[in-house]
């Protein structure tokens, strides 16, 4: 059972980016699902959530321009980032409530994408 981010590089300020978050495993299910961000020498911040019927919550940060989404059929999180700025450089993770044959896992963490944004 493993959460895996893929999708970071590196882009101009103003483009976008679209981060993937991949659940794996037999009989796997995402309850909720947020994406953290850790940019150097900061602490890692919840930049975005949304749960299982898919009710959003986002950072003031990135309020209007990340957008985020799942595919409930594939067991799939996106952050789709828009408008990025080099303060939006960071280390980004997904992470889920995970449910396996319907009984509760807990919390996992993918890996995390490196997302660097250029002035």
């Known amino acids: 059972v493993q959460l895996q981010a893929s999708g970071g590089g590196l882009v101009q300020a103003g483009g976008s980016l679209r981060l993937s978050c991949a659940a794996s495993g037999s009989g796997l299910s995402i309850s909720a699902m947020d994406w953290y961000r850790q940019a150097p020498g900061k602490r890692r911040e919840l930049v975005a959530s949304i749960t299982r019927a898919g009710s959003t919550n986002y950072a003031d940060s990135v309020k209007g321009r990340f957008i985020i989404s799942r595919n409930n059929a594939k067991n799939m999180g996106y952050l789709h980032m828009n408008g990025l700025k080099p303060e939006d450089t960071a280390v980004y993770y997904c992470?889920?409530?995970?449910?396996?044959?319907?009984?509760?896992?807990?919390?996992?963490w993918g890996q995390g994408t490196l997302v660097t944004v250029s002035s």
């Open positions: 992470a889920g409530d995970l449910e396996q044959y319907g009984s509760r896992l807990g919390d996992y």
